[in-house]
């Protein structure tokens, strides 16, 4: 089984809040992918990365705010994130790591 390097293009970072450590006994877990990932994309890396199942996968993108700084106006980026839900009996502990 070779992991192809797109798979870890797709995946950015695992997201780590309150809100997800609660969605964490739903089996659902949550990424910031890239931006341009497709869900059967995302659905790939994460099986092939983590040798899980994946039943679902639902995607969010939330636009970056303007902020200023310094009287300078910038604009953060815009992030892609992916709840990503498993098949019973399988886990992924994101404290571990890749």
């Not at 809040?17 to 006994?25: F, G, H, N, Q, V």
């Not at 890396?45 to 040798?51: D, G, R, V």
């Amino acid at each position: 089984m070779s992991i192809a390097p797109r798979h870890y293009d797709a995946i950015v970072a695992p997201v780590i809040t309150e809100k997800t450590t609660i969605l964490a006994e739903n089996n659902q877990v949550v990424f910031e992918v890239a931006i341009n990932a497709t869900k059967p994309e995302i659905k790939e890396a994460i099986e092939k990365l983590f040798s899980v199942s994946v039943t679902a996968v639902n995607t969010i993108v939330t636009k970056g705010k303007t902020k200023r700084f310094r009287g300078i106006a910038g604009r953060r980026k815009d992030v892609k994130k992916a709840i990503v839900t498993l098949q019973d009996g399988d886990t992924i502990d994101i404290a571990s790591g890749l």
